[in-house]
């Protein structure tokens, strides 16, 4: 039990929650920052990235968390590792509970839960994770080495991973749903101008097997265009069509979109006061680490003057 009250909470590790911690911490406010899973956000299950500024030469995804949580804890950021299991903003300061059971009590929030991957709807799509079924190349990838690999979108997600599992797959299978992409053309071209990549696309994938073997064998595709169903021999399926926001611990008290984001005004304010949100958990546009990043500042700010107003 912890009867002190904490200034700011921040939920959530990935390029919008560390880089609140990082001015909030630099501020004075001793941030506690609960990391959630998986530490340190999607970056980490990245490999290149190529288009954060300051590193010309690119830098891994994990490196380069690393540095956004050091940089953090050097100002006083207090990491705790663990996730938040229930909040409740009708009461002030706000209540954070954390699964090892502790209660955070604090006068101003931020969230930056990010999202996560989302899949197909298939039943054995549950019963083969992990056992063919991955939303995660660059986690996965090495374990078909020489096999036949398909990804499903045609986003940039799912661009760079059938680029990456080039790496190891002998052939990659790119089956998206339509003939025109969501991609950028640059990650599109790469992508078209792999030999080992072949697209496959008006095509949707309805069942995977095999579950009685415990592994991915087959894909059943259907195209959307005949509605004739046809067989694809591989040996994985990586899911890349997107994310969900994670916003769920906070539907009861927060506005959110539609799809499931939480609704910002004002920068990052959410509906209550002293509620800020960043990231990806509120941002279905642009979803780039640097804009996270740049509302994770936004947060701080709009959470520092908060604090100052409401105590002055
Ligand atoms: P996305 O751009 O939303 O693309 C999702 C893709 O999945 C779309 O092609 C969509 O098809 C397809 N899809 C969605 N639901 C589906 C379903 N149920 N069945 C089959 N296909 C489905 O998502 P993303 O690729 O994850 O990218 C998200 C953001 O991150 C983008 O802004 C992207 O630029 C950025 N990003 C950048 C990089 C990079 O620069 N290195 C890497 C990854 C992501 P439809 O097009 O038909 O809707």
Excluded at 65 to 70: A, G, S
Excluded at 258 to 282: H, M, R
Aim: charged residues 20%.
């Amino acid at each position: 039990m912890n009867l002190e009250t904490e200034e700011i909470i921040i939920i959530g590790s990935g390029p919008a929650g560390l880089t609140a911690a990082l001015y909030a911490a630099r501020a004075n406010l001793n941030p506690v920052l609960v990391e959630g899973f998986p530490p340190g956000g999607q970056l980490t299950l990245t490999t290149d990235v190529e288009n954060f500024p300051g590193f010309p030469d690119g830098i891994m995804g994990p490196e380069l968390m690393e540095k956004f949580r050091q940089q953090s804890e050097k100002f006083g950021t207090k990491i705790i590792n663990g996730e938040v299991v229930n909040v409740d903003l009708n009461s002030y300061p706000f209540l954070v509970d954390l699964e090892s059971k502790t209660q955070l009590k604090t006068n101003s929030l931020i969230i930056s839960t990010g999202a996560s991957s989302k899949m197909l709807g298939l039943k054995e799509e549950s019963l083969l994770l992990g056992k063919g079924v991955s939303t995660c190349a660059t986690c996965d990838g090495y374990f078909f080495t020489d096999q036949i690999v398909t990804v499903v979108g045609g986003g940039d997600s799912a661009m760079e991973e059938a680029l990456f599992l080039t790496k190891f797959a002998k052939k990659v299978f790119l089956v998206h749903r339509r003939e025109t992409f969501r991609a950028s053309k640059i990650m599109l071209d790469r992508a078209r101008n792999n030999p080992k990549i072949e697209f496959v696309l008006n095509s949707q994938i309805v069942q995977i097997d095999d579950v009685d073997q415990n592994k991915v064998t087959n894909a059943v595709l259907k195209n959307l265009t005949t509605n004739k169903l046809s067989d694809l021999k591989t040996d994985a399926v990586f899911i890349a069509i997107g994310h969900t926001p994670n916003s769920q611990l906070f539907k009861d008290y927060l506005d959110l979109n539609s799809n499931g984001y939480i609704l910002t005004k004002e920068g990052t304010k959410t509906n209550i006061p002293g509620v800020f949100a960043c990231g990806d958990v509120q941002d279905w546009e642009y979803r780039q680490a640097i804009t996270a990043s740049g509302t994770g500042c936004m947060a701080a700010i709009d959470a520092e003057r908060f604090l100052a107003n409401q105590f002055e």
